[in-house]
């Protein structure tokens, strides 16, 4: 299915900064995409009961929706100078992660942009349990951002597994590298590929295993015509390479996959990745394979959920 024209923007109403906002106006700007604004809503003290759900309580639900709706047409007003598209959207449902997916699969958008923080001390990526739930069950390549980064003329860092040893499928590098040099391209930034061989101890073998891994990596390379000198592939351990040759190129953005291990589990990024997220000090994007479908879907909802956008 053709994905529509248009981001969908998590904007959470309680917080002071509103990052993804300012680089989804950026994104819109430059891509001449649509936003839509969303704020997902729930309160257990309006959610009343299956079966005891009184006139009122339906009515206070409205209430709070349509304040969010409001809240959102005036976020936008501050960005009239932009001529940016928007629409807007509040829905009644939780968790959290749950109601953004479902109107990620409404609205099919090409992008979920959605703020993360960044730790003061540290000054290192700090995603809440509904971060980690989007990475792992969002059908629609999540973009996370903070405030501290800067995006202009971009330097976007592809993670790639060309020998396929975290059970990626082959396509998921093609739809990572797609993504990464059609963004470079429109954005006038700069498209890298990285990748970590993990090679055995005895020396022959890992000598061996290396040149597998370069060669497969540089046919990849080839393939989508990314020049030599912007091709990183190391032996060791990616949790720490990673986040050292981010900050090394000034990284902007890092691509990724996320891949399903078993049909009795979620699709989840894989330990190591999930270590290496911890560790970036730039936006993160995670795509899923082509045909993964996500465990969330528009039922089961909470009593009384419902959705309204303008």
């Known amino acids: ?90 829905s009644w449902d939780t968790p959290l992660y749950e ?8 609205s ?41 980064q800067e995006f202009d003329q971009p330097t976007i860092l592809a993670a790639v597994d060309p020998l396929h040893e975290n059970d990626k499928p082959a396509s998921l590098d093609a739809l990572i590298l797609s993504a990464a040099l059609e963004l470079a391209d429109q954005l006038d930034g700069a498209t890298h590929m990285f990748h970590v061989a ?33 091709v990183h592939m190391y032996a060791g351990s990616a949790d720490q390479l990673l986040p050292r040759v981010a900050d090394e190129l000034k990284t902007d953005l890092v691509i990724m996959g996320a891949v399903s291990r078993s049909r009795l589990e979620h699709a989840i990024i894989g330990s190591t990745a999930e270590r290496v997220l911890d560790h970036l000090n730039c936006d993160v994007m995670v795509i899923k394979p082509k045909g993964y479908i996500s465990p969330v879907t528009f039922k089961p909802q909470p009593a009384g959920s419902f959705h309204r956008q303008h």
């Open 1 to 90: 299915m053709t994905r529509s024209n248009s981001i969908l923007i998590v904007i959470d109403p309680a917080s002071g900064s509103h990052a993804a906002l300012d680089r989804g106006v950026y994104l819109a700007r430059h891509l001449r995409m649509r936003l839509e604004l969303f704020v997902c809503d729930y309160n257990a003290h309006l959610a009343g009961l299956r079966f005891f759900d009184s006139a009122d309580l339906k009515r206070a639900r409205e209430e709070v929706i349509d304040d969010q709706l409001a809240f959102l047409a005036e976020l936008a007003d501050g960005y009239a100078e932009d001529d940016i598209d928007f629409s807007f959207s509040a």
């Open 108 to 148: 099919n958008s090409q992008y979920v942009l959605k703020e993360t923080h960044y730790h003061s001390a540290l000054s290192r990526a700090l995603f809440t349990n509904t971060d980690w739930q989007l990475i792992r069950n969002c059908p629609v390549p999540l973009w996370l951002t903070s405030s501290e």
């Open 198 to 230: 993990q090679v055995l101890d005895v020396h022959e073998v890992a000598e061996s295993a290396e040149l597998e891994h370069s060669r497969a990596l540089g046919e990849l390379a080839e393939k989508f015509q990314v020049p030599g000198a912007r």
């Open 99 to 106: 109601g953004i997916i479902r109107q990620a699969l409404r």
